[in-house]
């Protein structure tokens, strides 16, 4: 019983230091770093994405009452289409398969629906892989979604996006690692 205790704390303390070690792909993952002029999270970008998306209109606002700090993303739907996404903003090469994890917080009416997704294109900016958290009610407490993903040998870029389908959530504290080497 005392090995089998010693080696499960060994495994806690390994996987301890090596979390501490992960790098935060995410730029401005708190979103405390205000874009004066876009009067919205700096290196965010925000789309509605669907069949009607030409007609959507929607918007992140910065909103007072973060989970840490204090400013939160405040995604607001306006018209057209309900399937908003926002994303950090960047294409990262990965060259490669790989493992990440994206996690994030949210909360807010429990009408709206909240996921992510992992994006990966080819060299010739082919789609790859594509996939999706599992969807979850919003509250008025936060919660945290956690998104494990694989990429592919032949992927070369990828994009990850924050989703909703409504109005009024407010997302705080992303983090984008890579939690196992190539
Ligand atoms: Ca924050």
Same mark, same amino acid.
């Given at each position: 019983m005392r090995r089998l205790m010693s080696v499960t704390l060994a495994g806690v303390l390994w996987t301890a230091a090596a979390w501490a070690q /992960?790098?935060?792909?995410? *730029?401005n993952p708190g979103f405390e770093v205000v874009d004066e002029a876009q *009067?919205?999270? *700096?290196?965010w970008q925000v789309a509605v994405w669907s069949s009607d998306a030409p007609t959507g209109k929607a918007a992140v606002e910065l909103a007072e $009452? $973060?989970? /840490? $700090?204090k400013f939160a993303a405040k995604v607001r739907w306006f018209e057209g289409s309900k399937n908003v996404v926002f994303w950090p903003a960047l294409t990262r090469e990965i060259k490669g398969a790989g493992k990440f994890r994206l996690s994030f917080w949210f909360k807010g009416p429990n009408t709206v629906t909240v996921y992510a997704s992992g994006y990966t294109q080819d060299t010739a900016r082919k789609d790859v892989d594509y996939v999706h958290s599992k969807q979850a009610q919003a509250s008025e407490t936060w919660q945290q979604t956690v998104f494990e993903f694989q990429t592919s040998a032949n992927a070369q870029t990828f994009n990850v996006f924050l989703r909703v389908n409504g109005d009024g959530v407010l997302f705080d504290d992303v983090s984008l690692e890579e939690i196992k080497a190539k």
């Open positions: /992960t790098e935060n792909l995410a *730029k *009067k919205m999270p *700096k290196d $009452g $973060g989970r /840490t $700090g």
